[in-house]
């Protein structure tokens, strides 16, 4: 197969994918939290374990400034999954860049062999 043919296959099969990320990507940074609780005699007071992990995103908002949100439990799974997702969709958009930067050079050298 021809590398620009292989290199076009490559790019239509990361932009399906890019879309298919796109669909669940969430934007930011997991962290975990533990806490101790205000009840009197509970066991986290005592030097059991604190109660958690409580999920939360932390990302940088438009104005540069870090901000971020808690997660509620029923949400942690899909969260997680987005997160994951987002990261993956910036790694197929540098190769699908990367691919385009090729295209686009290769093309200037044909036409400048002509």
């Excluded at 533990?34 to 009840?39: E, F, L, M, S």
Aim: aromatic share 6%; charged share 25%.
């Amino acid at each position: 197969m021809p590398k620009a043919t292989q290199s076009s296959a490559q790019r239509r099969k990361l932009i399906h994918e890019i879309q298919r990320l796109a669909e669940v990507a969430v934007f930011g940074t997991l962290s975990e939290t533990y806490r101790t609780c205000g009840r009197a005699g509970c066991h986290c007071q005592r030097g059991g374990p604190k109660h958690g992990p409580h999920l939360n995103i932390s990302y940088r908002g438009q104005k540069g400034k870090t901000t971020g949100y808690y997660v509620p439990q029923g949400a942690e799974k899909a969260t997680r999954e987005g997160v994951a997702a987002w990261q993956k969709l910036q790694v197929c958009l540098r190769t699908v860049a990367e691919l385009n930067k090729e295209r686009n050079l290769q093309h200037a050298r044909e036409v400048d062999t002509k």
